[in-house]
T-cell receptor, first 118, second 116 residues
Framework: NAGVMQNPRHLVRRRGQEARLRCSPM?????VYWYRQLPEEGLKFMVY????????ESGMPKERFSAEFPKEGPSILRIQQVVRGDSAAYFC????????????????FGPGTRLTVT | AQKITQTQPGMFVQEKEAVTLDCTYD???????LFWYKQPSSGEMIFLIY??????QNATEGRYSLNFQKARKSANLVISASQLGDSAMYFC?????????????FGTGTRLKVLA
């Protein structure tokens, strides 16, 4: 029973390049969340997706950042034209479908992708 | 605005002692969930314990218990018999249901150091 998978685990990009972060949710989970964690800080919500649908992107910067969760394949968080301030750990979490009987709907987190912009 | 407050940036506890990590929350919803996660130095987020807003009893999971005081809007984590491996960051989180979907809000965390 594989957990949430994220790749790559570490990503180094130069300023101006694009970063693509991938997340495969746990089997049976249809909700994916992306969070950003700056060093020594808590998790900041970025975006919440279901398959082929963005539910809430209120935490996503308006420019350069985008996310998708296609019908097939992993969820992708894309950062275009990265800047040094984008250096952070990006966590993906998944949870089961609401309404599933007996579920507490805790989020299961992936190991994170640590992005370093040089 | 909904939020989670963790007022203790850092805590120390002697090995084998109990420790309480504070968490207060603010919400106008009647139905919500409260969670605690552990983040060791390796970086992964580990789910520890859950408390539903309608649960009458405090949640317990092994050495972890959640001291839920609904009127005070607090959900403190109690770790009994601390172990060196408990040294980590601890995050309190709240889940709200909005229009049938879920949103999670995290506190800023408390760094716990267990002393030998």
């Amino acid at each position: 029973n594989a957990g949430v998978m994220q790749n790559p685990r570490h990503l180094v990009r130069r300023r101006g390049q694009e970063a693509r972060l991938r997340c495969s949710p746990m089997k049976g989970h249809s909700h994916v969340y992306w969070y950003r964690q700056l060093p020594e800080e808590g998790l900041k919500f970025m975006v919440y997706l279901q398959k082929e649908n963005i539910i809430d992107e209120s935490g996503m910067p308006k420019e350069r950042f985008s996310a998708e969760f296609p019908k097939e394949g992993p969820s992708i968080l894309r950062i275009q034209q990265v800047v040094r301030g984008d250096s952070a750990a990006y966590f993906c979490a998944s949870s089961p479908l609401p309404g599933t009987s007996g579920m507490t709907y805790e989020q299961y987190f992936g190991p994170g992708t640590r992005l370093t912009v040089t | 605005a909904q939020k989670i407050t963790q007022t203790q940036p850092g805590m120390f506890v002697q090995e084998k002692e109990a420790v309480t990590l504070d968490c207060t929350y603010d919400t106008s919803d009647q139905s919500y969930g409260l969670f605690w996660y552990k983040q060791p130095s390796s970086g992964e987020m580990i789910f520890l314990i859950y408390q539903g807003s309608y649960d009458e009893q405090n949640a317990t999971e092994g050495r972890y218990s959640l001291n839920f005081q609904k009127a005070r809007k607090s959900a403190n984590l109690v770790i009994s018999a601390s172990q060196l491996g408990d040294s980590a960051m601890y995050f309190c989180a709240m889940r709200e249901v909005t229009s049938g979907t879920y949103k999670y809000i995290f506190g800023t965390g408390t760094r716990l150091k267990v002393l030998a």
